[in-house]
C-alpha cells in the first residue's frame, strides 16, 4: 500500500480513488461476463 | 512542491545495482526499458516462429515440421506477437513517456508498475513452455475457439493461465497510465493540452480496462468446459460454441485498436517534428481518437458473418464497421495537411512515420474490403485476411514502433543511433515487408485458406515470393537490433532538444534523461515551456 506518511496527501488520496474506481470496473465487467453466465446454470 | 515527492518515495537515495536494481525498480525510464527489452527478445521469438512458418509454406509438399507443430506455430506467432511484442513495446513507451510528456515525476503507482513488468516474463514463460509439454502447445489459432481448443491436450490450462496473468499485467498497466495522465499533470498542461501520444494512450488504457476482463471471462469459461465439465460453449450440453466467438471478438476488435491507437499517437508526434508544423487539427485528432475507441465496441460482429446472422445484423455490423473509416480518414488528412507547405526532412523517424502513413492506409483498404459481407463470404479464413491484418500490424503497429525507437533513443541514451543504418533499414523493411505481405491478397483472392501447412500447387509462385520477402525482412530486423545496441553503447552525443523541429515537454529535460525528472513540476505557462506544447493553446 502507499509508504508511510504519504496517504495523507490529497494528491495521492485521488491517485488512489482513481485506480480502485478503475479495479472495480474491471472486476465489475468480468463478472458481468463470467459471473452471470455461471449464475444462471452453465455449472 | 512537496507532493512531488509522492510517486517515487523509495527509489529517491539508495541505489541498487545489478539485478536487483532491475527485479526492485520503481522508477519509470527504468520499467520502460525493461518493457522495451522484453518486447524486443519477443519480436525475435515470434519472429523466429514466422520463419518457420513461411519456410513450411515455401514450396508445396514440403514437410519441414509436422502440420501439428505448424499449427502450434501459427498460434503460438500471433500470441506472442499481439500480447508479448506490440503491446508491451507501447506500455514500455508510455512509462517512458507519458511522465516526461506531462511533467509527472513518475507515474503515479509505481510499485504497482514493477509488478506489472514483472509478471509478464513469467506469463510468457508459462505459454512457452507448453511447446515442450508431451501434448505439445495450444494450436487452434489465437482465437482459441472452440470446439477446436477443447480437444487438445492438458497444456491448455497453462495457455488460459497465462493469458489470465498477463491481462492482470495489462489491466495493472492501464489502470497505472490513467490515474497518471488524470491526476500528475503539470499546473496549466490542460487535457486538451496534452501531447496526441498520451491522448492516443489514455484512450487506449480505457479500451483495455474494458475488454482485457471479456477476453478473460472468455477463456476462463474455456477453461471449465475442458476441466470442470461445464457445457458453456458445448453443444451437446446445451451450450453453443458460436457464443464463444462473439464474447471473443467483442474483446477482439476493440484489441486490434489498442494495438493502433497508440501507434497514431506516435506518429502524431513524429511527422509535426520532421514538418517543422503544428500538427493539422489537433483537436479533431482528439475526437476522432474518441470516436475510433468508441466504434470499435460496435463491430465485432464483422469476424463472425460467415457463421451466419439475421440480415439486419448483417447490415448493421458492415455499416457500423464502414464508418470507422470516416474517423480513421480524418486522421490520414490531417497527417497529409500537417505536412503541406512544411519544411519537411526525411530523417528514420519520419521515413517510418510516412512508411505507416502509405502502408497502414492499404490494410485499412482491404480492411473496408472484408467489411462488405458478400465479399467476406469469399474472403473469410484466406490469405486476404492475413494480408490486411499484417498491413495494419506489420507496417502500421510495428512500423510506429520502430518510429518511435528512432525518435525518442537519443533521449533515452544521449547517443544518436546510426543514420546511415537507420535509412538501410528502413528501405531494407519496406521493400522486402512488401515482397512479403503484398503476394497474400493474390492468394486470398485465388482461394488460398489460412493456417494450413500445405498447399495446392496453383498458390506456389506468390508463396514462393512471400517466403523469400518473409526471411528477408526477417534478416533486415538483425540490423534494427545492430543499431539499437550501437546506440545504447555510444555515438555522437544527442542535444536535449535532439530534433529541430520537435515541441514538447521531453525535449526540455537532458539526454539522456536523468533517472529523475520534473521532480519540481514545469510551470507549463512560463515563456520557456509555451512554445513546447502542442495542442490547442
Ligand atoms: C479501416 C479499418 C478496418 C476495417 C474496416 C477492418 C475490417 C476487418 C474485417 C471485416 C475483418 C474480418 C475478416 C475476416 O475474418 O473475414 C478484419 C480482420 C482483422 N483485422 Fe481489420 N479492419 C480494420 C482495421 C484494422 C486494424 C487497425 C487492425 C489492427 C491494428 C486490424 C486487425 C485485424 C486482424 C488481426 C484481423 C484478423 C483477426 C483474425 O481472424 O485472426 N484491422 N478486419
Ligand atoms: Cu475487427
Not at chain 2, 497453462?158 to 491526476?183: D, P
Not at chain 2, 525518435?407 to 543514420?419: A, R
Not at chain 2, 537490433?481 to 530534433?499: E, F, L, P, S
Request: charged share 10%; with cysteine.
Amino acid at each position: 500500500m502507499s509508504p508511510a506518511g504519504q496517504s495523507s496527501s490529497p494528491k495521492r488520496r485521488a491517485v488512489l480513488r482513481t485506480a480502485w474506481a478503475l479495479v472495480a470496473v474491471a472486476f465489475g465487467i468480468y463478472a458481468l461476463f463470467v459471473g452471470r453466465a455461471f449464475w444462471q446454470g452453465g455449472l | 512542491m512537496t507532493d512531488t515527492t509522492l510517486a517515487h518515495s523509495d527509489s529517491h537515495d539508495h541505489h541498487p545495482t545489478g539485478l536487483a536494481r532491475w527485479l526492485f525498480t520503481t522508477n519509470h525510464k527504468e520499467i520502460g526499458t525493461l518493457y522495451l527489452v522484453f518486447s524486443l527478445v519477443m519480436f525475435l521469438v515470434g519472429g523466429a516462429m514466422a520463419l518457420v512458418i513461411r519456410a513450411e509454406l515455401f514450396a508445396p509438399g514440403l514437410h519441414l515440421v509436422n502440420p501439428e507443430f505448424f499449427n502450434q506455430m501459427t498460434t503460438m506467432h500471433a500470441l506472442v506477437m499481439i500480447f508479448a511484442a506490440v503491446m508491451p513495446a507501447f506500455v514500455g513507451l508510455a512509462n517512458w513517456m507519458v511522465p516526461l510528456m506531462i511533467g509527472a515525476p513518475d507515474m503515479a503507482l509505481p510499485r504497482m508498475n514493477n509488478w506489472s513488468f514483472w509478471i509478464m516474463p513469467f506469463a510468457f514463460t508459462l505459454l512457452l513452455s507448453t511447446l515442450f509439454m508431451p501434448s505439445g502447445g495450444p494450436a487452434s489459432g489465437w482465437t482459441l475457439y472452440p470446439p477446436l481448443s477443447l480437444q487438445g491436450g492438458n497444456s491448455l490450462a497453462f495457455v488460459i493461465l497465462a493469458i489470465h496473468l498477463m491481462g492482470i499485467s495489462s489491466i495493472m498497466g492501464s489502470i497505472n497510465i490513467i490515474a497518471t495522465i488524470l491526476n500528475m499533470r503539470a499546473p496549466g498542461m490542460t487535457l486538451l493540452r496534452m501531447p496526441m501520444f498520451v491522448w492516443t494512450w489514455l484512450i487506449t488504457a480505457f479500451l483495455l480496462i474494458a475488454v482485457m476482463p471479456v477476453l478473460a471471462g472468455a477463456v476462463t469459461m474455456l477453461l471449465t468446459d475442458r476441466f470442470f465439465g461445464t457445457s458453456f460453449f458445448n453443444a451437446a450440453g446445451g451450450g453453443d460454441p458460436v457464443l464463444y466467438q462473439h464474447i471473443f471478438w467483442f474483446f477482439g476488435h476493440p484489441e486490434v485498436y489498442i494495438m493502433i491507437l497508440p501507434a497514431f499517437g506516435i506518429v502524431s508526434e513524429i511527422i509535426p517534428t520532421f514538418s517543422r508544423k503544428k500538427l493539422f487539427g489537433y483537436t479533431s485528432m482528439v475526437y476522432a481518437t474518441a470516436s475510433i475507441a468508441f466504434l470499435s465496441f460496435i463491430v465485432w460482429a464483422h469476424h463472425m458473418f460467415t457463421v451466419g446472422m439475421p440480415l439486419g445484423a448483417a447490415l448493421f455490423f458492415m455499416y457500423a464497421t464502414m464508418v470507422i473509416a470516416v474517423p480513421t480518414g480524418v486522421k490520414i488528412f490531417n497527417w497529409v495537411s500537417t505536412m503541406w507547405r512544411g519544411s519537411m526532412t526525411f530523417e528514420t523517424p519520419m521515413l517510418f512515420a510516412l512508411g505507416f502513413v502509405v502502408l497502414f492506409t492499404i490494410g485499412g483498404l482491404s480492411g473496408v474490403m472484408l467489411a462488405i459481407v458478400p465479399a467476406d463470404f469469399q474472403y473469410h479464413d484466406t490469405y486476404f485476411v492475413v494480408a490486411h491484418f499484417h498491413y495494419v500490424l506489420v507496417t502500421g503497429a510495428v512500423f510506429a514502433i520502430m518510429a518511435s525507437v528512432y525518435y525518442w533513443i537519443p533521449k533515452w541514451t544521449g547517443n544518436m543511433y546510426n543514420e546511415t543504418l537507420g535509412k538501410i533499414h528502413f528501405w531494407w523493411s519496406t521493400f522486402w515487408v512488401n515482397v512479403l505481405f503484398f503476394p497474400q491478397h493474390y492468394l486470398g483472392l485465388a482461394g488460398m485458406p489460412r493456417r494450413i501447412p500445405d498447399y495446392a500447387i496453383q498458390f506456389t509462385e506468390f508463396n514462393v515470393i512471400s517466403s523469400i520477402g518473409g526471411f528477408a525482412f526477417g534478416l533486415g530486423q538483425l540490423l534494427f537490433v545492430y543499431i539499437v545496441w550501437q546506440c545504447a553503447r555510444g555515438g555522437q552525443k544527442a542535444t536535449d532538444g535532439v530534433w529541430e523541429g520537435a515541441r514538447g515537454l521531453e525535449w526540455t529535460v537532458p539526454s539522456p534523461a536523468p533517472l529523475h525528472t520534473f521532480d519540481t513540476p514545469p510551470d507549463v505557462d512560463h515563456p520557456d515551456y509555451v512554445a513546447h506544447t502542442s495542442g490547442t493553446s
